[in-house]
Nanobody, 123 residues
Framework: DVQLQASGGGLVQAGGSLRLSCAVSGSTFDDYTIGWFRQAPGKEREGISCFNPNEPDTHYADSVKGRFTVSIDNAKTTVYLQMRSLKPEDTAVYYC????????????????WGLGTQVTVSS
């Protein structure tokens, strides 16, 4: 099985940056799609990015497009979410998830989920 652990959250002022990490263990993610999700208090979980190493493009939600960027380390054990120009509305618990199926990840039904990391953006 794949284990995931998100980290790197914290408190940042609006306009600032943070980089989240999703450590993948039990397997490299060559055979998985990795998704980043977030959930703010009182709101539904939102999918914000979707990355598959076998696909040329990383997909981003409109709410983060142009501000958030996904990257990976050379060992293919960590997926990063670089967040720039943060806004108070980005405040949420951020999760990473993995599944062999892209469609399953996009649908928010990934088999593997990590514990979340809190991101708080102050105005």
């Amino acid at each position: 099985d794949v284990q995931l652990q998100a980290s790197g959250g914290g408190l940042v002022q609006a306009g600032g940056s943070l980089r989240l990490s999703c450590a993948v263990s039990g397997s490299t993610f060559d055979d998985y799609t990795i998704g980043w999700f977030r959930q703010a208090p009182g709101k539904e979980r939102e999918g914000i990015s979707c990355f598959n190493p076998n696909e040329p493009d990383t997909h981003y939600a409109d709410s983060v497009k142009g501000r958030f960027t996904v990257s990976i380390d050379n060992a293919k054990t960590t997926v990063y979410l670089q967040m720039r120009s943060l806004k108070p509305e980005d405040t949420a618990v951020y999760y990473c998830a993995a599944d062999p199926s892209l469609i399953t990840v996009v649908g928010g039904r990934s088999k593997y989920w990590g514990l979340g990391t809190q991101v708080t953006v102050s105005s």
